[in-house]
């Protein structure tokens, strides 16, 4: 079965600074996807980036972009000039792209504070 | 513009009540899920369900139960509730695995506090 790990529960970042949040996973597929979730105090669960795995190029949204390595297995996503609005918790998640596994799989989290 | 609806938000039950929590999407998506959330744990997925009338147990099913009789629809119930199923409650929903994969859409969460 797959498994992400996000091994930072709280990471905090000046405002304007960048901030690197890290995520591995354990996989024996070779095509599959890869999600970040921000999960704000408002409870509500939102897309930040996804990743597919076939694609060698980093996927970016406008301050937001991935460093994806495959053979390592690593997708971390990195948050240029850091807004307030940034603070929140982020997943990782994992999905294959194979039928019979249709779920997403979650890392546990990383607490984001953003320091004015 | 709904996407997923979850219904209630909010619910304070007594241990040994039961509730049924309602998830509606109007995407059209086949796919269903329910998570539960907890401090620490992350995403935990309860029960999901690939398909009008099928379901299928996640990584925590037991103390609940799930339908799905139409499409648009997946229940979550608690025949009698715990204290150990105080947590907040996502559903979500997808299409299919597969080329242009957006992964889930989800609900806005139900905070359910078994006292």
């Known amino acids: 079965a797959q498994t992400v790990t996000q091994s930072q529960p709280e990471m905090s970042v000046q405002e304007a600074e960048t901030v690197t949040l890290s995520c591995t996973y354990d996989?024996?597929?070779?095509?599959?996807?890869l999600f970040w979730y921000k999960q704000p105090p408002s409870r509500q669960m939102i897309l930040v980036i996804r990743q597919e795995a076939y694609k060698q190029q980093n996927a970016t949204e406008n301050r937001f972009s991935v460093n994806f390595q495959k053979a390592a297995k690593s997708f971390s996503l990195k948050i240029s000039d850091s807004q307030l609005g940034d603070a929140a918790m982020y997943f990782c998640?994992?999905?294959?792209?194979?039928?019979?596994?249709?779920?997403?799989?979650f890392g546990k989290g990383t607490k984001l504070t953003v320091n004015p | 513009n709904a996407g997923v609806t979850q219904t209630p938000k909010f619910r304070v039950l007594k241990t040994g009540q039961s509730m049924t929590l309602l998830c509606a999407q109007d995407m059209n998506h086949e796919y269903m899920y329910w998570y539960r959330q907890d401090p620490g744990m992350g995403l935990r997925l309860i029960h999901y369900s690939v398909g009008e009338g099928t379901t299928a147990k996640g990584e925590v099913p037991d103390g609940y139960n799930v339908s799905r009789l139409k499409k648009q629809n997946f229940l979550l119930g608690l025949e009698s509730a715990a204290p150990s199923q105080t947590s907040v409650y996502f559903c979500?929903?997808?299409?299919?695995?597969?080329?242009?994969?957006?992964?889930?859409?989800f609900g806005s969460g139900t905070r359910l506090t078994v006292v």
């Open positions: 996989t024996s597929e070779s095509d599959y996807y």
């Open positions: 979500a929903s997808s299409y299919s695995p597969g080329v242009g994969d957006y992964g889930y859409t």
């Open positions: 998640a994992y999905r294959s792209a194979y039928g019979g596994s249709e779920k997403l799989v």
